[in-house]
């Protein structure tokens, strides 16, 4: 299977500045990577994800890096808000056809107002 | 609400006691998953459906556990002769096996509480 492991477990930073979470996985057959946010009590919401074919995505105030030669990838959200705090966890897939996800033990994010 | 969706919410149940909770997946999803989220770890891999095959089952997942999808559409988990470990958040999500296959979609989850 995969192995995924991400750093750092928590994370405070200010309003207004960026934040930076990274994950490494295993298999490097792997080809796509999400990252999901779960709020308090509520389920993991997919915010943004990334194919093996591009080195980076980006999506208003967050973005998403990936280097297949080093088998991470890393989720970047800049002008941090209030909202942003939650938990959020990276994942990779594994198996025949990719489709289980192996998540990593998550990034506990609080933005300081 | 066009998401997945689950039922119950919540479920306390004593030691020894079967429990069954339900998943609806996002309805032009024919891929259907199952997860298990314990308190500050990232979900874990249950099971998987394509259609009403259940193609992959985790080691995780013990004999007193099983799982259906008969038609195709919602899903079943049902764990027998419950334990205390088995308490935890039971996520189902879905995805499509075409076009944006990859894109896994969760339900609001089951939280069961064994007592």
């Known amino acids: 299977g995969e192995n995924v492991e991400q750093h750092p477990s928590t994370l405070s930073v200010q309003e207004g500045d960026s934040a930076v979470i990274k994950c490494t996985y295993s298999d490097s057959a792997s080809n796509y990577f999400p990252w999901y946010k779960q709020e308090l009590g509520k389920r993991p919401q997919l915010i943004i994800d990334?194919?093996?074919n591009v080195g980076e995505k980006k999506d208003q105030r967050i973005a998403v890096t990936l280097n297949k030669t080093a088998k991470h990838f890393s989720l970047h959200i800049t002008e941090t808000q209030p909202e942003d705090s939650a938990v959020y966890f990276c994942a990779a897939p594994w198996g025949f056809g990719n489709e289980k996800l192996t998540f990593g033990t998550g990034t506990r994010l609080t933005i300081i107002p | 609400d066009t998401g997945v969706s689950q039922d119950p919410r919540h479920k306390i149940t004593k030691r020894g006691q079967n429990v069954t909770f339900r998943c609806d997946p996002i309805?032009?999803?024919?891929?259907l998953y199952w997860y298990r989220q314990t308190l500050g770890q990232g979900p874990e891999f249950l099971t998987y459906?394509?259609?009403?095959?259940?193609?992959?089952k985790s080691r995780l997942l013990s004999d007193r556990f099983s799982a259906e999808r008969p038609k195709g559409s919602f899903s079943t988990l049902e764990i027998q002769r419950t334990e205390q470990g088995d308490s935890a958040m039971y996520l189902c999500a879905s995805s499509a096996s075409t076009g944006r296959r990859l894109e896994a979609f969760f339900g609001q989850g089951t939280r069961l509480t064994v007592v």
């Open positions: 309805s032009e999803h024919n891929r």
């Open positions: 990334i194919r093996s």
């Open positions: 459906f394509q259609n009403e095959a259940q193609l992959e």
